[in-house]
């Protein structure tokens, strides 16, 4: 069975300080990973994939996300934090056996101190 | 460049009214469609998904059904909208690639409220 576990549902940190978002999940098979970002009242954006090509994954706006399969984990991170990323984040997996379904986690909702 | 429009973008509708949300997706074939619900500081609840034309696979049992009349075209609706039915619902597609899933892509969402 497939799941996706974010192990904070709130994150807090002050501008210009990393960022660490965990996410860990659970795959019978090879998994495609994903972290998404959504701004209040809006659609969900890809931040970056990982999909079995290199481990450590670069997306966009900073973002970077390391897939250990020993630790079932694909957390993300940033090396400082900015005003504009305070939303909320979804970690995803989907896989062969789960045919044409993404199963998302329940979202880490990230606030940035000023 | 592929896009994907909802609309609308906000509706008030009052309870045992029917429902219509549209989606459309262009610059792509045979995609993937998905209808999720999001309740206020929730994550993503899948509703339906649609591999094809006329195809629908419903996940959760309730007053709301779906449906594709064309290979881009998801509908989502209700004959009877229930106060629990006000959400954010997100319509997203995907395109298979070589057996592997590419990620999806989300629509810009439509706010229901029902009253």
């Known amino acids: 069975a497939q799941s996706v576990t974010q192990l904070d549902s709130h994150v807090s940190v002050s501008e210009g300080t990393p960022v660490l978002l965990r996410c860990n999940y659970s795959?019978?098979?090879?998994?495609?990973l994903f972290w998404y970002v959504q701004h209040p009242n809006k659609g969900l954006q890809l931040l970056l994939k990982?999909?079995?090509?290199?481990?450590l994954v670069k997306g966009i706006n900073g973002f970077e996300a390391e897939f250990k399969k020993s630790e079932t984990s694909f957390h993300l991170t940033k090396p400082s934090a900015h005003m504009s990323d305070a939303a909320e984040y979804f970690c995803?997996?989907?896989?062969?056996?789960?045919?044409?379904?993404?199963?998302f986690g329940t979202g880490t909702s990230l606030t940035v101190i000023p | 460049s592929q896009t994907i429009h909802q609309w609308p973008a906000t509706l008030v509708q009052p309870v045992g009214s029917p429902l219509s949300l549209e989606c459309t997706v262009e610059?792509?074939?045979?995609?993937?469609l998905y209808w999720y619900r999001q309740a206020a500081g929730r994550g993503l609840q899948l509703l339906f998904y649609?591999?094809?034309?006329?195809?629908i696979s419903s996940e959760v049992p309730q007053n709301l059904s779906a449906s594709r009349p064309q290979d881009r075209q998801f509908i989502l609706s209700s004959k009877k909208l229930l106060l629990s039915d006000s959400s954010f619902y997100l319509c997203?597609?995907?395109?298979?690639?070589?057996?592997?899933?590419?990620?999806?892509?989300f629509g810009p969402g439509t706010r229901l409220t029902v009253l």
């Open positions: 610059g792509t074939s045979n995609p993937n």
């Open positions: 795959s019978s098979y090879s998994p495609s």
């Open positions: 990982y999909t079995s090509a290199a481990t």
């Open positions: 995803v997996v989907s896989d062969y056996s789960t045919g044409n379904q993404f199963y």
């Open positions: 649609s591999v094809g034309i006329g195809q």
């Open positions: 997203a597609w995907s395109v298979p690639t070589s057996g592997r899933y590419d990620e999806q892509f």
